[in-house]
């Protein structure tokens, strides 16, 4: 991982104007991605981690938009790109890989017509140097006999092998980001375990920053470098992956990891459910997110949105416990 910022999101804000009313779902999010990083954004469902990539990509559908904030990537602002700007971006510098890789191919195309189309679309060069860079990649990603699985439509490959084809498509014109959108939760653990795998190779390889959607901790830990916890649209905590699996600072957080097994311990561990649901986006409470379900909540928490408050100088938690004044005393007891 270099020290070359090549993301920038700051003061995101994007909101989905039903006739319900305003859904707010992401709320003044910001952080940075790094080149050659993999960083993990986890959440329950709802908590805004896939809305914020979507608004990076500008590829929200109506009644989404995005009302504030500004996305820097390598010096320019995405948000005020027109759409046509927006596709040359999008899969040249840019990639996003889904849960689902059918959505993503078109059943009546073979893999490899549909891999020369992408690298045509992006690449200037000829159909026969598409073939080879397609061959090229769907061997690193893994597919045995690539030359023959190029004729293959979608249906003869396996859901692990379209995944695979997937992210070598995803990866044939070498952006320098990669969003994957839990791209591993439909796959069994085997396949699941090949393709992390794969992508932790592809940025040895290949240097490629990836920011890895996902609600399993356990991939979290397994994958990335650091980790970006969102709760009802905001960003609640953000650490690198040790920092935040052995010093968690956010009550969110620490309920979360409570919630899930954890593989390193033998002993019979008892799982905590994090009790209540998730704040209603069209009605988001007046203080933290959090604050409904927090044992910890005190009375400035119903009123009052926390700050991302700097913890250490790589770790954040947005919680009133991190305001500079807060007693040392009061933040001991969640620990
Ligand atoms: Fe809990 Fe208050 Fe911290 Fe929110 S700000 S996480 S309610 S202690």
């Known amino acids: 991982m270099k020290n070359e910022k090549i993301l920038k999101v700051k003061g995101l804000e994007t909101s989905f104007f039903t006739h319900l009313g305003e859904v707010k779902a992401v709320r003044n999010v910001s952080f940075d991605i790094y080149k050659g990083e993999v960083v993990g954004l986890v959440g329950e469902s709802g908590s805004g981690k896939s809305i914020t990539c979507m608004s990076i990509m500008k590829l929200l559908q109506h009644p989404g938009k995005i009302k504030n904030g500004e996305v820097i990537f390598k010096g320019e602002d995405l948000v005020t790109k027109s759409s046509k700007e927006m596709r040359k ?96 939760t439909a796959l069994d653990v085997t396949i699941q375990a ?31 470098d650091r980790v970006i916890v969102m709760y009802g649209g905001m960003v609640m905590e953000e650490a690198s992956v040790i920092d935040l699996f052995s010093e968690p600072k956010n009550p969110y957080t620490i309920g979360l990891l409570k919630s899930v097994p954890n593989p390193d311990i033998l002993i019979k561990q008892k799982l905590i459910p994090i009790p209540g649901s998730p704040p209603d986006m069209l009605n988001p409470p007046k203080g933290c997110a959090f604050c409904k379900r927090c044992e910890y909540a005190m009375e400035i928490c119903l009123e009052e949105v926390p700050e991302l408050y700097e913890v250490t100088k790589r770790h954040k938690s947005r919680c009133h416990l991190y305001h500079p004044d807060a007693p040392e005393v009061v933040r001991k007891q969640v620990m």
Do not use: W
């Open 194 to 224: 090949q393709i992390l795998d794969l992508l932790k190779d592809l940025r040895t390889k290949l240097d490629t920053s990836i920011i890895f959607i996902t609600h399993d901790l356990g991939v979290i830990a397994e994958l990335c």
């Open 89 to 184: 971006i999008q899969g040249d510098e840019i990639s996003m890989i889904f849960q689902d890789p059918m959505t993503a191919l078109n059943p009546v195309y073979t893999i490899g017509n549909q891999m020369v189309e992408v690298i045509r679309a992006h690449k200037k060069i000829s159909k026969k140097e598409a073939e080879q860079t397609a061959l090229k990649m769907l061997e690193a990603v893994g597919i045995p006999d690539p030359a023959k699985r190029m004729k293959n439509y979608p249906n003869e490959f396996s859901g692990g092998m379209r995944q695979r084809a997937i992210i070598a498509m995803a990866l044939s014109c070498e952006p320098e980001l990669l969003i994957a959108d839990e791209p591993t």
